[in-house]
């Protein structure tokens, strides 16, 4: 007995500890549980302010963010229940053809229009309602059971980014990863260039957008001639760059257009993107001072070049390697760059970074978006969908001898040309490698990771040919032809 003429004991003190701790969770509980009936779950600072990146949400998140950025507020109703029906289900009046034409309502989120006079708040009313609209059709789109879209950025701030460096630039690069170049071009995005010069400039054309096939060094002289091929057919503005520096690069050679450019040389294309108006002025002012006999002094104005792309294209890597130092952070895991930021590399031609983007695709599934490393590959929940992608491109000797594992053979019953199963490949690498979890079973989920970062790092390399084409397999110096997906 203590003092007080209360029972003490160690069995006591720790069922009181417990009840201590579930009172305090279910006080934590209710407390949650009344915020969550209001919109005041998502402050509206948190959602304008945040530079994160959203690509996927739940149902629940995707109704808050929708609210806030239509301005309603909304309450729970407790202890009543309303049944739904059919009849109570409308769509979005204002969306042409309901869905039907899917390719026109998958577009990206296009700036509105605004003047000088408008204030901030009003400047920032009319983006949201724009960008609210754009949410409201891509939904439209996902709701239909026939359209699968793969994910996309949702967070409004991160478009933002986009629209500022679309604005600062006399010309728009997509940088896009030379395996699979028709997964990262976003063909909005050029229409979208071609409104903005318009609208600030009339009918001058000053804006342009050009693709950089990054990481060209992946792809052979055949593939790449493809690809050119493809390119010029459809006048598309193309370069294939690598970041590897050849030391015997010429700064100004005459290269065609199957070829790869290296930083020295990508530096001086880019000088010359300049509008040719500009360059005009450029040689008569020259030619001027030569007859005046005066030096000639650099008058150049501002040409700023922005790069836009997917995550994990290799954009960093593209400024750091143009620059030959570490101007910005570069990392295996996708979005790095969280605001866009300028650079100089002359004093008249500068670089405006823009931050990753998803851009929305029906072109892909789920499981490429993994394997192309837009997606992060050590958040992924299903390892088994994208490890069965790979395993329908490579051969099991193929993998075998680049993974350095002995990999199950068929039985004499089955199809002796079959691909492995993803449980099979797993298992197999996880044993070999020593990953085990609990009870001794093979960590099938570390072994895929092991596996699609050998795709996405390129040590592995599937690359994809045009349309027209069929699609080719390369590890080292084997390659192996498959039929066109």
């Known amino acids: ?47 304008v302010t945040s530079m994160k990146s959203i690509i996927e949400t739940n149902d629940y998140e995707t109704f808050l963010s929708r609210a806030i950025v239509a301005g309603k507020e909304f309450t729970a109703l407790r202890g009543e229940a309303r049944l739904i029906t059919t009849s109570d289900i409308k769509l979005h009046a204002s969306q042409p053809s309901q869905a039907a034409n899917v390719q026109h309502l998958l577009r990206i989120p296009w700036r509105p229009s605004w003047t000088k006079d408008m204030t901030g708040t009003q400047l920032k009313a009319i983006e949201e309602k724009a960008f609210l609209e754009w949410r409201r059709g891509m939904a439209i789109v996902e709701e239909n059971s026939e359209v699968v879209i793969t994910p996309f950025e ?74 050119a091929k493809w390119f010029d057919a459809n006048r598309v503005p193309f370069i294939f760059y690598s970041a590897i520096d050849e030391e015997d690069a010429d700064p100004q050679p005459q290269y065609a257009s199957h070829d790869v450019l290296h930083p020295t040389q990508m530096v001086e294309l880019l000088d010359a993107q300049r509008p040719k108006n500009q360059r005009e002025n450029e040689e008569k002012e020259d030619v001027t001072n030569e007859e005046a006999g005066e030096e000639s002094t650099p008058t150049r104005p501002t040409f700023t070049v922005g790069l836009v792309g997917f995550p994990n294209v290799g954009k960093s890597t593209f400024i750091n390697s143009l620059f030959s130092a570490k101007k910005v952070a570069t990392g295996s895991t996708p979005g790095k760059t969280k605001h866009y930021q300028t650079l100089f590399l002359r004093p008249d031609l500068v ?65 002796p040309n079959r691909r492995m199963t993803a449980h099979e490949c797993l298992g197999s690498l ?36 045009p349309p027209t084409e069929g699609d080719i397999v390369e590890v080292g110096s084997e390659s192996v032809r498959t039929e066109e997906v």
């Open 351 to 415: 670089l405006c970074d823009c931050p990753g983007l998803v851009f929305p695709t029906m072109s892909a599934t789920r499981e490429e978006m993994v394997v192309a490393g837009v997606l992060p590959i050590d958040r992924m929940r299903d390892y088994l969908g994208p490890t069965t992608l790979v395993l329908g491109w490579f051969p099991r000797e193929v993998l075998g001898r680049h993974l350095n594992c002995n990999f199950p053979k068929p039985t004499i019953e089955e199809d």
């Open 154 to 227: 949702k967070n409004l701030n991160v478009w933002r980014q986009l629209w500022h460096v679309v604005e600062k630039s006399d010309i728009i690069v997509q940088v896009v990863d030379a395996r699979n170049p028709l997964l990262y071009r976003c063909t909005d995005l050029e229409k979208y260039v071609k409104f903005i010069s318009k609208r600030m400039y009339g009918d001058m054309h000053r804006k342009r957008s050009m693709l950089v096939v990054n990481k060209a060094d992946l792809l052979t002289e055949d593939q790449r001639k493809m690809w």
């Open 430 to 465: 996880a044993t070999s490698r020593g990953f085990v979890s609990k009870g001794e079973v093979p960590d099938c989920g570390r072994a895929s990771r092991i596996l699609l970062k050998e795709i996405v790092t390129g040590r592995l390399t599937h690359c994809r040919l």
């Open 1 to 47: 007995m203590g003092k007080n003429g209360k029972k003490v004991g160690l069995g006591r003190a720790l069922v009181n500890n417990r009840l201590r701790q579930q009172q305090s969770r279910m006080a934590e509980f209710n407390a949650r549980k009344e915020k969550l009936n209001t919109t005041e779950v998502l402050s509206e600072d948190r959602t």
